[in-house]
């Protein structure tokens, strides 16, 4: 199986987290690294969004990395930042700074629309700004790959999701001798389509996505999307469910599906985790009774769910409607359920933040608040007027944390993984998700979880579970069952709240042995099965390289009648093993502009060489 000298990674969220594509791209790195043989030529692309008055908490700049080629970039225009994406296992990231572009934006989408018929034209700043910055990465790497690379040397870069879709096009236009990934997590008009109240999957069929993608104002987004699947040489998406989708939105099967995995050594001793249960538990229940008064824990049942705020898409309705039935059924267990999804807030109340700081407990804000933070349109919002129409019962106490649990959120100031081992339970009822992460990483902390069969990781767990599992349950959903399904969803609930502490604690091990399967150890196959394939399309266009530099290809004549037929050989030089990266100064002239290389080639000294004496340079 062939695999690259260099790979790229490029997406909207390397160096910030916004949702799960930064999950997968952070947990999977090491072994994707390890198992490529790649060493330092793995390298991430994100966009460059902080201000030079702010530092990104997830990135340290190296000013020297790659400092000659930076030299030569800043000559082309380009404006970047090297350094180390700081994750579980820190990795080489450039980071671009895309802004450059945005005076000449009309004149990278004409070009755009002759090449590749890409219809920006109703794109707004929600789709303008990912695609220059897709643009500008595809620039950056044919930069990189004209500097570093020589002839036998080959390159692939991986996009993911729309946003970076522009890359793709850069790069098959200037850059052909770059092979191209694109995985799409999820297709832009299967999420909107959803989340409109749109029955998805009884219509596929009858979808007319051009219709469709006019109708909902996501044109550019929808042709990026199709444009980049296109013509990428290897097309792949994150689930089976997700795959059927493509072929009837995007019009082209996937070539692979790549499943996401995790990481479990992220996941701290079981000893640590226990301790995490134990001090974040006790926030989260006086965050209760500050929000809702007095209730007794002696038979608290602490229920949650996290993601995007999606909320039908994420069965953020479902959630809400199950636990109200549940809490009826069950009026002697007192729910405590959180809802951790980020919305548009104004930052902490000030009231809550100051209780929660104090060491006082048990004292409680009056009237019953629902939410921690500040929301900008709060009598709108869609779970708050939700929860107006349910008539929660007074066993139910719902909390609203409307941020990301990055340890700094004003009210718990601990990070998600922290949180999420105090949850005796977590629900991800879905009505749209290509794979579900939350689940996932639920069960690798000790958390039982309910997920649905419309979400890739439920269809997926399934196969493994056919006649189920407690700890990682699968309730079934389609276009017409809500009612059925939240039925289902009750009786799961009830039937984990009423577990005794020794059971509980047997479903939480089982959950954690239920991730085992679902490592990225297991999975990055199907990755390199994807580098494959683009590197076989690469090989069969070679001959239309010859026109760039440094590629160094001799082109194949065609012979005429009665004309001499020309061949190309290639011969490989057998060099011993010390003098081997001389072969990389051999077949590339990076060297003729290089200060440091030319100081190496004068200290060579001609008895010196012939002898094998090792030389010292001068740093």
């Known amino acids: 199986m062939k695999t690259p000298q260099y790979l790229f990674e490029i997406s909207w969220e390397v160096c910030q987290k916004v949702g799960g594509i930064h999950t997968v791209l952070a947990t999977k790195a090491a072994l994707i690294q390890q198992q ?18 702010k530092q990104n908490p997830e990135f340290t700049e190296d000013p020297m990395l790659f400092r000659e080629w930076k030299q030569q970039a800043a000559s082309e225009g380009l404006r970047i930042k090297t350094g180390t994406w700081n994750i579980d296992k820190p990795q080489q990231v450039i980071l671009v700074d895309f802004t450059a572009l945005f005076p000449k934006k009309d004149e990278v989408f004409a070009e755009l629309w002759e090449t590749y018929q890409l219809d920006s034209l109703s794109g707004q700043w929600d789709y303008i700004e990912p695609a220059l910055f897709g643009y500008a990465a595809g620039m950056v790497i044919e ?52 989340g409109n109240g749109r029955n998805l999957y009884n219509n596929l069929d009858n979808f007319q996505p051009d219709l469709a993608a006019s109708e909902f104002n996501v044109v550019s987004k929808y042709s990026l999307e199709k444009s980049a699947a296109a013509n990428s040489d290897c097309f792949t998406t994150v689930s089976n469910i997700t795959a059927v989708e493509c072929v009837k939105m995007i019009g082209r099967k996937p070539d692979v599906v790549t499943p996401n995995g995790f990481n479990l050594d992220i996941v701290p001793p079981a000893s640590t985790v226990e301790d995490h249960r134990h001090s974040s538990r006790k926030k989260l229940l006086k965050l209760a009774h500050i929000m809702h008064g007095d209730f007794s824990d002696e038979n608290t049942f602490i229920v949650g769910t996290s ?3 999606e909320f039908r ?11 109200c039935m549940a809490a009826r059924n069950k009026s002697d267990i007192i729910f405590v359920a959180f809802v951790m999804v980020p919305a548009y807030n104004m930052g ?42 349910c008539d929660v019962p007074q066993n139910l106490k719902f909390i609203f944390m409307p941020t990301y649990l990055n340890g700094n959120d004003g009210i ?208």
């Open 412 to 619: 718990i100031d601990k990070p998600y993984y922290e949180v999420l081992p105090a949850l005796d339970l977590t629900v991800f009822a879905s009505y749209y998700e290509p794979w579900g992460y939350t689940p996932l990483e639920s069960i690798a902390f000790y958390v039982p979880t309910v997920t649905t069969s419309l979400a890739g990781f439920g269809a997926w767990i399934k196969q493994y579970y056919p006649e189920g599992n407690k700890a990682c349950y699968v309730v079934e959903r389609d276009d017409m069952n809500y009612s059925p399904a939240t039925d289902a969803l009750v009786s799961y609930i009830n039937e984990i709240a009423g577990l005794v502490n020794g059971k509980h604690r047997e479903l939480r091990l089982q959950a954690f042995e239920t991730a085992k399967i679902a490592m990225w150890q297991n999975l990055v196959k199907h990755y390199l099965e994807a580098f494959d394939i683009t590197l076989g399309k690469v090989e069969e266009r070679k001959e239309s390289f010859i026109h760039l530099k440094q590629t160094g290809y001799i082109p194949q004549l065609k012979s005429e009648i009665n004309q001499p037929d020309w061949q190309s050989i290639e011969v490989a030089a057998a060099l011993p093993e010390r003098f081997e990266k001389l072969r990389d100064i051999m077949m590339n002239i990076w060297w003729s502009w290089n200060n440091n290389a030319l100081e190496m080639f004068r200290y060579i000294d001609p008895v010196l060489w012939e002898n094998g004496v090792t030389i010292q340079l001068p740093c």
């Open 313 to 323: 898409n994420k069965g953020i309705d479902m959630f809400i409607d199950s636990l």
């Open 143 to 194: 930069s990189f790959t004209n500097f570093y690379l020589h002839i036998r040397e080959r390159a692939i870069a991986h996009f993911h999701e729309w946003m970076t879709g522009s890359g793709i096009l850069y790069l098959k236009k200037h850059a052909p001798q770059v092979g191209t990934v694109f995985t799409t997590h999820a297709t832009v008009l299967g999420r909107c389509l959803a």
């Open 307 to 309: 993601g995007r705020y």
């Open 348 to 389: 902490p109340d000030k009231d809550i933040q100051c209780m929660m700081q104090s060491d006082e407990t048990g004292h409680s804000i009056n009237p019953v608040r629902f939410c921690t933070h500040l929301l900008h349109d709060y009598d709108n919002d869609p779970l708050i007027r939700r929860l107006a129409m």
């Open 36 to 53: 490529g043989k790649l060493g330092d030529k793995y390298i991430f692309v994100g966009p460059d969004l902080w201000r030079e008055d």
